[in-house]
């Protein structure tokens, strides 16, 4: 199937939002989408790291964009009737700023990263709410993010042109380009005169100052490179609406003012560290007064002592706690303490002279109930399937316990 090449009108001017195109193919694929191809389009298909538009073509909304072999396919909702020839198509403008103002963006702060520390700008990603680029560099420090930042910022403040033309191989050795372009035909150029030479093949606006701000949020080390975080244009502006909403909502929460926020936040760290503390000891106290008198309950079995209690539900970790106080304190005690609730949990602990491995018997209990669980020979626990309550892991604890003493 042979199909003219689609005129790309996004490339003669990416601010036109409408036009009218004329039908030269439409196929089902085996996924049973519809795709349809035209004699020009202002739809951008999916490529160079910006996403596709979307919109309508007549009624009927465009899904993805995709261009194979010179001709650009529109995925649309449901196909075309055999009566529409010619139809009006009309871009998400929104869409297609957002992405334009990203995009040159992008070109300006890897422009200002290479000026400012030759750092080569190795990959890019125009994602949803933020985008990214990776860096050829080791390292990247505050100072240095905020210098590349500013400068960058001051080239959208100049408000400089933007140009974007086609150009022959041979031409390419007149410009200063930042990156080899990666074809030998159609080569586009996107230019910051006197500042970024870059091949392209994305829509930009035709001044920086539509760019926006830019705002650097944030980097991190990644296959020995730097990926960095950025916004541009109206998402930072809706991220700062967002941030200095919320740091007004948080003032008011801490009754002060911006400027006081640290110092609030840190009297709070401190009265919460505190109160932590003072919970700590008082919990201690409980424990010791529970350790306290589950001792005075014990039973004698043999010339060891044994402890047992059922509670309805408790963290494990508060019963690993006062196990180990019991058996810190009796040398010849077995302790098991078994808790229900949301998750059937059981922790088995014994003092130095007890002369029974702790792992050993939560490794006999376990069958039995459908557990999994481990452990040392001082203290080891469990946790139960469902279907066992409690009562029965009590039970079936006694047992493989006797049986154990009994070999």
């Known amino acids: ?35 349809v191809a035209f004699d020009q389009t202002i739809f951008y298909p999916t490529g160079g790291g910006q996403p ?5 073509i007549g009624q009927h909304k465009v899904l ?14 449901s196909p075309l009737t055999s009566d529409q020839k010619q139809i009006q198509m009309s871009i998400d403008w929104d869409r297609r700023f957002d992405h334009m103002q990203q995009h040159a963006g992008q070109h300006i702060l ?40 500013a400068y960058a910022n001051q080239i959208v403040f100049e408000n400089r042109d933007i140009i974007a033309r086609f150009v022959h191989e041979e031409e390419l050795e007149k410009y200063p380009l930042r990156k080899k372009p990666t074809v030998e035909e159609d080569i586009r150029l996107v230019i910051i ?33 730097i990926r960095l975080e950025f916004t541009v244009g109206k998402r930072t502006v809706e991220r700062l609406h967002h941030k200095h909403a919320l740091l007004r909502q948080v003032s008011r ?24 503390d003072e919970l700590l000891q008082v919990k201690e106290a409980l424990f010791s007064h529970e ?11 043999d010339d060891r002592m044994l402890i047992t209690q059922r509670y309805e539900e408790r963290p494990l970790s508060e019963l690993q706690k006062i196990a180990q106080l019991i058996t810190g304190q009796e040398a010849n005690a077995i302790v098991l303490l078994i808790t229900g609730g949301a998750k059937q949990q059981f922790v088995c602990a014994c003092g130095k002279e007890a002369d029974v491995e702790m792992n050993t018997w939560v490794k006999r209990i376990l069958p039995r109930v459908e557990g999994k669980g481990g452990g040392n020979a001082l203290i ?28």
């Open 253 to 276: 929460l801490l009754q002060t003012n911006e400027a006081g926020l640290q110092e609030a936040v840190l009297r709070l760290q401190a009265e919460q560290k505190e109160l932590a």
């Open 110 to 149: 890897s422009a200002a990263f290479a000026d400012e520390y030759r750092a080569s700008t190795i990959g890019f990603h125009l994602g949803q709410e933020t985008c990214t680029i990776d860096l050829d560099i080791k390292e990247l420090s505050e100072e240095m993010a905020k210098e590349v930042e």
């Open 64 to 77: 993805d964009v995709e261009e194979r072999e010179g001709v650009v396919w529109h995925h649309i909702e």
């Open 380 to 407: 080891a626990q469990g946790g139960a399937a469902s279907p066992y309550n409690p009562d029965q892991i009590h039970t079936y604890a006694r047992e493989e316990l006797q049986a154990l003493l009994e070999k």
């Open 52 to 56: 596709h538009d979307t919109g309508y």
């Open 193 to 225: 005169p006197d500042f970024d030479y870059n091949p392209c093949g994305g829509t930009h606006p035709n001044r920086t100052g539509e760019v926006g701000p830019i705002l650097i949020l944030q980097w991190e080390k990644h296959k020995g490179h």
């Open 1 to 35: 199937m042979l199909i003219s090449a689609t005129t790309k009108l996004y490339y003669q001017n990416p601010y036109w939002r409408e036009c009218t195109a004329t039908v030269l193919h439409q196929v089902t694929d085996e996924f049973q989408k519809n795709w």
């Open 291 to 301: 350790k306290d008198m589950l001792i005075r309950q014990a039973e004698q079995l």
